[in-house]
């Protein structure tokens, strides 16, 4: 689990090709955005999400090759 404010990939360097989603338990997508500058806020339609567990899934290029990433956040106020 990460615990974050914002949660986004700012740090991961020049970054191609960018699929970034994050899902409710209800497997709803929440977020998405091909900017990796643009992190989520835990907003939802502009209103905050409730405190839960959503999952995330990065598709990217970077200069080290293609990267998958998938795991959870905790959502939490």
Do not use: S
């Amino acid at each position: 689990h990460l615990y974050l404010a914002d949660f986004g990939i700012k740090y991961w360097g020049v970054v191609q090709d960018l699929d970034f989603n994050i899902y409710n338990r209800f497997g709803e997508r929440v977020f998405h955005t091909a900017d990796p500058g643009t992190c989520w806020d835990g907003t939802y339609h502009q209103l905050m999400q409730d405190a839960d567990v959503f999952v995330y899934v990065i598709k990217a290029k970077t200069a080290c090759g293609k990267i998958e990433k998938k795991g959870t956040v905790t959502l939490i106020r």
